[in-house]
């Protein structure tokens, strides 16, 4: 039996992506274009300490001991943070000699539209995109500051991960559109601060846009790619 139509996505555009908008008692923010562990992360909220703070990223966590030898900036609304290598996406909290935060209020599920709309990806049962195309994520706590992390890869071949925010999120929070990077490559997709740190395995099919043909007594051409390889 087939299911019912999933309803269409409702655009709801913010005119300044670069606001800051608080969920409960914790908020976080990334720099578009950053990557995720190695990165900056601003944590805003109340009741922060400087020294005797430790920020948790799922079981994981960067402690700041003292305030006289400070390991992240510390104030009283939020810290800044350099995210260490190897943690999770989430669930990310705070805690001090208080007590602790609650978990940042963000749940990633699925990608709604993964299919390629150009190509034939490797695994047609598994989610699937080309560079540039435009995918609806679902979760909950969504808002135009979600920070959306794509494995990418630079000039020089190398691996990296890139921060993108939504082009467009639903009045509830529980869906945004997301533009998959021109240098993604195939591996997964995650949310910064999600709760269930879900990785969401995507395949980028690459795209061919031109060929040029350079020589014909050679034989040899060139060709023009739009998108990348997995790593």
Request: aromatic content about 8%; some cysteine; charged content about 15%.
């Amino acid at each position: 039996m087939a299911g019912l139509p999933r309803p269409a996505i409702r655009r709801q555009w913010y005119p300044n992506h670069n606001q800051t908008i608080e969920r409960g008692k914790l908020c976080l923010h990334q720099g578009v274009n950053d990557v995720f562990r190695g990165g900056s992360l601003s944590l805003t909220g109340s009741g922060f300490m400087d020294g005797m703070t430790t920020i948790y990223f799922g079981s994981q966590f960067l402690e700041d001991p003292s305030s006289s030898n400070s390991v992240f900036d510390n104030f009283g609304s939020g810290a800044n943070v350099t995210i260490p290598n190897g943690v999770p996406f989430g669930p990310i909290s705070v805690s001090t000699l208080g007590g602790t935060s609650e978990a940042f209020g963000l749940t990633f599920d699925q990608v709604l539209n993964g299919v390629a709309t150009s190509g034939t990806p490797a695994d047609i049962a598994q989610a699937s995109a080309n560079p540039g195309q435009v995918l609806d994520l679902e979760g909950s706590g969504f808002d135009p500051t979600t920070d959306v992390v794509f494995r990418t890869i630079d000039q020089s071949g190398n691996g990296r991960e890139t921060v993108v925010r939504p082009t467009a999120v639903t009045p509830d929070g529980t869906r945004m559109s997301i533009v998959v990077p021109a240098d993604a490559v195939t591996g997964t997709v995650s949310i910064v601060g999600d709760q269930n740190n879900t990785e969401f395995p995507l395949q980028i099919v690459p795209v061919l846009s031109s060929i040029d043909l350079t020589s014909l007594s050679s034989g040899t051409f060139s060709a023009t790619l739009s998108s990348s390889f997995a790593l």
